[in-house]
Nanobody, 124 residues
Framework: QLQLVESGGGLVQPGGSLRLSCAVSGFTVAYGAIGWFRQAPGKEREGVSCFSTDGTSTHYADSVKGRFTISRDNAKNAVYLQMNSLKSEDTAVYYC?????????????????WGRGTQVTVSS
């Protein structure tokens, strides 16, 4: 059974940093096809970052490129999202999602496996 558990969200000031973690079971992180999505109130869910289906490359939404970094720890079977230079528009619930696919350099979810989400609020 695939399970995803996010943690690390919280309240941070603009320009600050947070590191989100996703503990994964029932899915092998090393193989890729996993990533992060977010949804702000009243807005559509968007792909933030993900590993390609073969696990060899990473992809980022234009809005976070250069500020966010996705990584993984294969031994722990965990995925992380380091978020730097946070902006108020980054405020959202962040979800760990699997499986994902990449089409035209964009991350898309391809299944029903989502974590509960972790709230990130960027505010003064």
């Amino acid at each position: 059974q695939l399970q995803l558990v996010e943690s690390g969200g919280g309240l941070v000031q603009p320009g600050g940093s947070l590191r989100l973690s996703c503990a994964v079971s029932g899915f092998t992180v090393a193989y890729g096809a996993i990533g992060w999505f977010r949804q702000a109130p009243g807005k559509e869910r968007e792909g933030v970052s993900c590993f390609s289906t073969d696990g060899t490359s990473t992809h980022y939404a234009d809005s976070v490129k250069g500020r966010f970094t996705i990584s993984r720890d294969n031994a722990k079977n965990a995925v992380y999202l380091q978020m730097n230079s946070l902006k108020s528009e980054d405020t959202a619930v962040y979800y760990c999602v699997a499986p994902v696919i990449v089409t035209t350099n964009r991350c898309h979810y391809n299944g029903d496996y989502w974590g509960r989400g972790t709230q990130v609020t960027v505010s003064s």
